[in-house]
C-alpha cells in the first residue's frame, strides 16, 4: 500500500524556523516528482514547493520563494521542506504528495496528470504564532 506520512509540525514564533518532512515506505521518493502543499482553514490548497524526480530541481510558489527551500535525502526516502521567516500566514495543515506521472509546475505546484497514480499524506500541521 503507497503511503506518504508527514511530520514535523507545530507552533512557531514569527520569524522562526521549522523543517517538515515526508517520508514513504513503499517505494522511492527518488523516482517521481514529490510536493508540499498547504491548507489553511477556509482557504484553497495551495502548492507550496515542487522537486522532480532523479535530477531534483526545485520550483516554488511566489508566496515562499526565497523562505521555504524543498530537498530530498535518498538514503532516508524522504522529502523536508525547510521554512524560515515564518509568517502567520504561513500558518495551515501542510502535505507532501507524488504522481507517478505527474510533474512539476513552474510555481511549486505537482500537477496530477489524472491516472490515478496520485497519492497523498495526512499533513502535519503548522501554527506560526506569537
Known amino acids: 500500500q503507497v503511503q506518504l506520512v508527514e511530520s514535523g509540525g507545530g507552533v512557531v514564533q514569527p520569524g522562526g524556523s521549522l523543517r517538515v518532512s515526508c517520508t514513504a515506505s513503499t517505494f522511492s521518493l527518488y523516482d517521481y516528482p514529490v510536493g508540499w502543499f498547504r491548507q489553511a482553514p477556509g482557504k484553497e490548497r495551495e502548492g507550496v514547493a515542487c522537486v522532480k524526480s532523479r535530477e531534483g530541481s526545485t520550483t516554488y510558489a511566489d508566496s515562499v520563494q526565497g523562505r521555504f527551500t524543498i530537498s530530498r535525502d535518498k538514503a532516508k526516502n524522504t522529502v523536508y521542506l525547510e521554512m524560515k521567516g515564518l509568517k502567520p500566514e504561513d500558518t495551515a495543515n501542510y502535505h507532501c504528495?507524488?504522481?507517478?506521472?505527474?510533474?512539476?509546475?513552474?510555481?511549486?505546484?505537482?500537477?496530477?496528470?489524472?491516472?490515478?497514480?496520485?497519492?497523498w499524506g495526512k499533513g502535519t500541521l503548522v501554527i506560526v504564532s506569537s
Open positions: 504528495a507524488t504522481d507517478f506521472f505527474g510533474y512539476c509546475s513552474k510555481n511549486g505546484s505537482l500537477i496530477v496528470e489524472g491516472y490515478g497514480q496520485d497519492y
